[in-house]
C-alpha cells in the first residue's frame, strides 16, 4: 500500500486546511518537549508569525536515560492543544505506547512516532485503527524497505493518513548526532506516495547546521520541515537545546524557504 506502484499519484494529506504532500511546503515548529504553558503559548505565537503552519512538542519525550526529564505528559497534551487552538496552528506530538493513542489522538491533529519506535508493531497497529494522521520516523538503523513496511502496518490497518520522516541515521561520523540521509527524500519520494518530511534538527544536533539542512532538504524535494524551536534553548528541558533554533532563526529561515521553494 505504501508504493508507488499500487498508488502512483502522490498522497495529499489535507487537515482543517492544511495539505501535506501537496503544492505547498509545510512547516512544524517547535520546542522538543512542551513544558509550561507560557512557553508553548509564546513559541506557538512565534511560529505563525514566520509562517509555519504546525506548533510540534513533545508532552511524553523517549529518553535514553531514565532519570532525564521524561515530558509533562497529558496536561502538555492540554497546554499544546491551547496554544495551537488560539495561534491557528496544528499540532503533532509524539505518542510512545498504544494506550495513550486515544488520548494523544484527541488533543493533537497529527501523531509521531519516534524514531525508537519506528518497529514498535503494537504501536504502528494500534494507529492503523484510527483516521488521525501520521508521522513515522525513520528508525536511525533502519533500511529504506524497513521503514516502508513500518508504514505498511499503519496502512493495512486502514489508516491512509502516513508522512515518512527522514531525522537522520547513526553512522561512524560523531561530529554530528545522527548522519542527514538526504538521498532518502528523493529515494521515498520514488518508492513511494506518501508525503516526505525532514528533521534536519535531530538529522544533525547542531543548532549551526539546522539552515543549511534544511535548504538541501527543500532543493531535494521534501514536502515538509519539522524543526526544533526555543525561546531558551539553553535552559530547555532536554538536551535538544543544542539544536533548537533560537527564534529569530526560525524567521529567517522560513523568509529564505519562501524564496527558494517556488525556484524548486
Ligand atoms: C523529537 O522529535 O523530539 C524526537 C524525540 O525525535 P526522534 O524520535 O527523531 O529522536
Ligand atoms: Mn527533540
Known sequence: LASRDFHPADTVISIKGVEIGGEQLVVMGGPCAVETPEQIDEIARLVKAAGGQVLRGGAFKP????????????????????????HGLLTITEVMTP???????????????????????????????????????????????EFLNAAEYILAGGN???????????????????????????VLKQLS???????????TGRRELVVPMTKASVAAGADGLIIEMHTDPDNSMTGDGVQSLFPDQFAHLLNDLEKLAPLL
Open 63 to 86: 529518553r535514553t536515560g531514565p532519570y532525564s526529564f521524561q515530558g509533562v505528559g497529558v496536561e502538555g497534551l492540554i497546554m499544546m492543544a491551547e496554544a495551537g487552538k488560539k
Open 99 to 145: 494506550e495513550y493513542v486515544d488520548v494523544c489522538a484527541q488533543y493533537a491533529d497529527i501523531l509521531q512516532v519516534g524514531t525508537r519506535n519506528m518497529q514498535n508493531f503494537d504501536l504502528l497497529r494500534k494507529l492503523g485503527t484510527i483516521q488521525t494522521p501520521v508521522l513515522l520516523k525513520r528508525g536511525f538503523s533502519s533500511t529504506y524497505d
Open 160 to 186: 491512509p493518513n502516513v508522512m515518512l520522516c527522514e531525522r537522520g541515521i547513526r553512522t561512524f561520523e560523531t561530529y554530528t548526532r545522527n548522519t542527514l540521509d538526504l538521498s532518502a527524500i528523493p
Open 193 to 203: 506516495h506518501l508525503p516526505v518530511i525532514s528533521d534536519p534538527s535531530h538529522g
